[in-house]
């Protein structure tokens, strides 16, 4: 079983596995761009213990992204998969434990 009929088969199973996400903006002081307080209640209102990632999904489009050219360095990917998808999923999640 692949991720994708795996992901169909725990959605089907366990539908509120699946939710929207409330994305918090980072505010910006005096032109810089001040990070999100991860340390405060999730604004999405659901409260995690664990984060678990599909790193296929996140690492494939780092290699070919859609909106910008493809990175030349496997230090350019590496820093595109902590910019954009990781970090972003901790902002997101702000796991319990």
Sequence with gaps: MGVPAFYRWLVGKYE?????VV???PEVIDG???PVDTSKRNPN???YD???LD??????PCFHPEDCPSPTTF???FQS?????????????????
């Design 16 to 20: 509120l596995v699946a939710v929207g």
């Design 23 to 25: 994305e918090e903006e």
């Design 75 to 77: 230090d350019e990917v």
């Design 45 to 47: 209102r659901i409260e």
């Design 81 to 97: 998969i902590f910019d954009c998808f990781t970090w972003q999923s901790m902002v997101w999640h702000r796991e319990q434990k």
């Design 32 to 34: 810089v761009k001040m």
């Design 55 to 60: 790193m296929n999904g996140i690492i494939h």
């Design 50 to 52: 664990n984060l678990y």
